[in-house]
C-alpha cells in the first residue's frame, strides 16, 4: 500500500492565522482526500483533490476557508484559514488504493489546536 | 443525506472473547465496504474489505456483509487487549467516496 507522509504531525494556532498541511505520497495517484476528525467524531470527508483541477468541496465546506493545491500526482496540501479554535481538529490525508476497490490509506495527520 | 450507522459504544469484552460490531448504511448503490481501526491518537487503519454478500475471514477478523439488509458487521475472535480501539465502518458509495459511522470504541479486558 501506498506510504504518505504528512506533516507537520500538529500544531498551536493563534486565531485568524492559517496553516498549510502537506501531504507527500510514494507513489503516483489520481486522486488525494481531504478528511476532517473533530475531537470524539468520525471522519468528514472535506473535499478531493485531483491533479490538474480545481478541488471538489464537501457540502459546508468551501474553498477560502480551505483551498487546497494539487500541483503532481504525489503531493497535496490543505490550507486553513483565518482560523478559530471551532478549527481544532485532526486533519488527514489519504489516497485510495487500485482506484478505490481496495480502500484508502491515510496519512498519519495533522492535530490542530487552535487558540 | 448517505448514513452509516454503528452500533453506539463502548462495547467490553473480556480477553478470548469475541467481539461483534455491526453497522447499517443508507446508500443503495455502496458496493464495497471496509472496516478500519483507529487507536487513540492514530489514523484510521484498514483491517478488512468485503465486495460480495456473505463472509470473508481474514485471520480472527471477519466481516460479513447483507446487502439487502444494508447490513455489514465485523467479528473479532480470540479478542486481544491489543484490538481495544475504535473501528470505523465505511462503505464506498456511489458517489465513490468513503462515508464514515461515527465508530465503536471496543475495550478488551485482560
Known amino acids: 500500500s501506498a506510504v504518505i507522509s504528512q506533516k507537520p504531525s500538529r500544531d498551536i494556532c493563534q486565531r485568524g492565522t492559517s496553516l498549510t498541511i502537506q501531504c507527500q505520497v510514494d507513489?503516483?495517484?489520481?486522486?488525494m482526500f481531504w478528511y476532517r476528525q473533530q475531537p470524539g467524531q468520525s471522519l468528514t470527508l472535506i473535499a478531493t483533490?485531483?491533479?490538474?483541477?480545481?478541488?471538489?468541496?464537501e457540502s459546508g465546506f468551501v474553498i477560502d476557508k480551505f483551498p487546497i493545491s494539487r500541483p503532481n500526482l504525489t503531493f497535496s496540501t490543505l490550507t486553513v484559514s483565518n482560523m478559530s479554535p471551532e478549527d481544532s481538529s485532526i486533519y488527514l490525508c489519504?489516497?485510495?488504493?487500485?482506484?478505490?476497490?481496495?480502500?484508502?490509506?491515510f496519512g498519519s495527520g495533522t492535530r490542530l489546536t487552535v487558540v | 443525506q448517505k448514513e452509516v450507522e454503528q452500533n453506539s459504544g463502548p462495547l467490553s469484552v473480556p480477553e478470548g472473547a469475541i467481539a461483534s460490531l455491526n453497522c447499517t448504511y443508507s446508500?443503495?448503490?455502496?458496493?464495497?465496504f471496509f472496516w478500519y481501526r483507529q487507536y487513540s491518537g492514530k489514523s484510521p487503519e484498514l483491517i478488512m474489505s468485503?465486495?460480495?454478500?456473505g463472509d470473508k475471514e481474514d485471520g480472527r477478523f471477519t466481516a460479513q456483509l447483507n446487502k439487502a439488509s444494508q447490513y455489514v458487521s465485523l467479528l473479532i475472535r480470540d479478542s486481544q487487549p491489543s484490538d481495544s480501539a475504535t473501528y470505523l465502518c465505511?462503505?464506498?458509495?456511489?458517489?465513490?467516496?468513503?462515508?464514515f459511522g461515527k465508530g465503536t470504541l471496543l475495550t478488551v479486558n485482560p
Open positions: 489519504s489516497v485510495e488504493e487500485d482506484e478505490g476497490a481496495y480502500g484508502y490509506t
Open positions: 507513489s503516483q495517484v489520481t486522486m
Open positions: 483533490a485531483n491533479q490538474g483541477s480545481e478541488a471538489t468541496y
Open positions: 446508500d443503495r448503490g455502496s458496493q464495497s
Open positions: 468485503i465486495y460480495s454478500n
Open positions: 465505511a462503505p464506498r458509495g456511489s458517489n465513490y467516496k468513503l462515508t
